[in-house]
């Protein structure tokens, strides 16, 4: 069955935009009939100065230039841009080297839709009922061969996946009204938690501010206060140096855990990807980087499987990096907390003054010490240590600051959520983060809206990354109409990029090109391997339909 949508289309537009009437001739368009009213003479369509006999049209001899003579013979089938030039006076091109003025020889087809065959397949013993589903076009019978009228049962079978394709479509477009409407609203949330995080956000710097104040008031305050040191003497100097040792230790063992543990991620990662890589190489492919890279995985497995090693366990590393307490490590407080002596009682002066004139000169004395030291007559001799009202007012200062730098990022972060190309209608908004997937050889494909593509072998292993989103693009389809409705088809299509994946072996990074056409649901109809390392997806998803239009109105069909 042969097929050319460009001549149906000339059939649906002639029989829905010109009065139908009987062609008093075979092969003539309802929209050409005027020129067929034939009296004394013919004029040639394309060249109407040009006049032939009426018993020279359908003669099967082409006399016009244009083969207007001929609609319902191919004797006129062979006029293209390729014919050779002949001298032709008065011609609109000065040759006979012109294409034939019409679309094709016209099968009625009453019971189903009208369309045009074009001319060479005229009594050519092939029925061609895609398009002539009346037969008309083998009237000769050429060959022995008749074609009988079939449009009844085609035109039939034709409404019915017409209609169905409606209602599919209609559904589909139901199910992105849907989308639209939920995405509209998460875009509505995102607004509002802006609004929310601007909000808090000047809220934490006038408290953040507030706290600096508070903090530099108080450093200003305990800044010359005689603070007592970690303990009496020598014992009490050592017991803080040891302290702090400790917890820098600690503070290390923790950090090179942390490493360990990501480098041990990384190891595994790795040993995934080329154990993947030895099962699915092909063993007969003469590769000798190849083959010395399986041979270097085999004897690293092997020598991985004979080594036998004492790990020091994850319970023991978490004892030794708890903070010291009464109940674990070194009870600090037993080299911190000494009883006062009565010698010290004695020499202390402060103790025999009465509470309220001790506090009176506490304060006279530290404010003449810090109007001294500001205005250079007196050394800074500073504090041993930080007083518990400094350390609690920097603490509540800093705990301020992080909670508003957390706002800050989380308000950058959905600044650019917002700012993101999420398609008409914010329509992706709806699907962002929610994947699909198809098999299809020895692979599994999977694709995450707004995010993502991979593929996984089904004999395990890891996933290979084939592109991360990039943008939203269009680009022009040419594809066949396909009888169950997954296809792109013709016309301007949407294609989400998605670049940047996983290197491939010695060849770029892979990307992925995902086309989309109109379904009711999210469906990953197909994938094929355009090039090395570049894919193409081609998705069903309602985000891409138009709503449905009355009966003449133009809409681009995608489904």
Excluded at 135 to 163: M, T
Excluded at 325 to 345: P, Q, V, Y
Excluded at 494 to 500: F, S
Aim: charge should be negative; hydrophobic fraction near 30%.
């Amino acid at each position: 069955m042969r097929r050319s949508p460009a001549l149906v289309l000339a059939g649906i537009i002639a029989q829905n935009g010109i009065v139908t009437a009987a062609s008093t001739l075979r092969g003539v368009g309802p929209e050409f009939v005027k020129f067929y009213e034939i009296k004394d003479k013919f004029a040639c369509i394309g060249h109407p100065h040009i006049t032939i006999s009426p018993s020279q049209v359908n003669d099967n001899s082409c006399d016009c230039p244009d083969g207007t003579d001929e609609p319902g013979t191919a004797a006129c089938a062979l006029l293209d841009y390729l014919s050779p030039s002949q001298p032709l006076p008065a011609s609109l091109s000065g040759t006979t080297n012109t294409t034939n003025a019409l679309p094709g020889f016209w099968c009625e087809n009453k019971g189903h839709i009208g369309s045009y065959v074009p001319f060479m397949y005229v009594n050519d013993g092939v029925c061609d009922y895609d398009l002539c589903c009346d037969g008309s076009e083998e009237y000769g019978n050429v060959g022995g061969v008749k074609c009988p009228n079939k449009c009844a049962e085609i035109g039939k079978e034709w409404r019915r996946v017409e209609q169905e394709r409606k209602d599919n479509l209609e559904r589909a477009n139901k199910k992105r009204r849907t989308m639209a409407k939920e995405s509209r609203e998460l875009r509505r949330r995102v607004e509002a938690k802006i609004d929310t995080l601007n909000g808090e956000i000047k809220e934490l710097e006038a408290k953040r501010d507030e706290l600096k104040v508070k903090l530099d008031e108080v450093e200003r305050q305990e800044r010359f206060k005689v603070v007592k040191s970690e303990g009496p003497g020598k014992v009490g100097v050592l017991a803080g140096l040891a302290k702090a040792r400790v917890n820098e230790l600690r503070g290390v063992l923790s950090k090179v855990m942390g490493e360990r543990n990501h480098l041990q991620e990384k190891v595994a990662e790795l040993e995934g990807i080329l154990a993947a890589f030895k099962e699915e190489y092909n063993p007969n492919f003469n590769d000798e980087g190849v083959k010395k890279a399986v041979r270097g995985w085999e004897d690293y497995t092997a020598k991985k499987a004979g080594e036998s090693q004492e790990q020091t366990s994850e319970a023991e590393i978490l004892e030794v990096t708890k903070e010291d307490s009464e109940t674990s490590g070194i009870n600090w407080k037993e080299f911190e907390e000494d009883e006062a002596t009565d010698t010290d009682i004695l020499y202390s002066f402060e103790a025999y003054l009465p509470g309220p004139l001790r506090d009176f000169l506490h304060a006279k004395l530290n404010a003449l010490r810090v109007w001294l030291i500001e205005n250079g007559m007196l050394a800074d001799s500073g504090a041993k240590g930080e007083s518990r009202l400094v350390k609690a007012a920097r603490e509540a200062h800093d705990a301020a600051a992080n909670e508003l730098g957390g706002k800050q990022r989380a308000l950058d972060e959905q600044r650019r959520d917002l700012e993101k190309d999420y398609g008409a209608d914010d329509i992706f908004r709806y699907l962002a983060g929610k994947c699909i997937s198809t098999e299809a050889g020895e692979y599994e494909y999977e694709l995450c809206w707004m995010e993502r593509t991979s593929q996984k072998s089904k004999k395990g292993g890891g996933s290979t990354g084939m592109g991360r989103f990039e943008r939203i693009d269009w680009d022009e389809a040419d594809e066949e109409e396909r009888h169950d409705g997954k296809g792109l088809g013709r016309g301007p299509r949407m294609v989400l990029r998605y670049e940047n994946g996983q290197g491939c072996w010695n060849g770029p990074n892979r990307k992925t090109d995902v086309w989309l056409a109109c379904a009711e649901t999210e469906e990953l109809w197909r994938i094929s391997e355009l090039e090395k390392c570049v894919y193409k997806m081609e998705v069903g998803t309602p985000a891409v339909c138009e709503e449905a239009v009355e009966p003449g109105q133009h809409v681009k069909d995608e489904l």
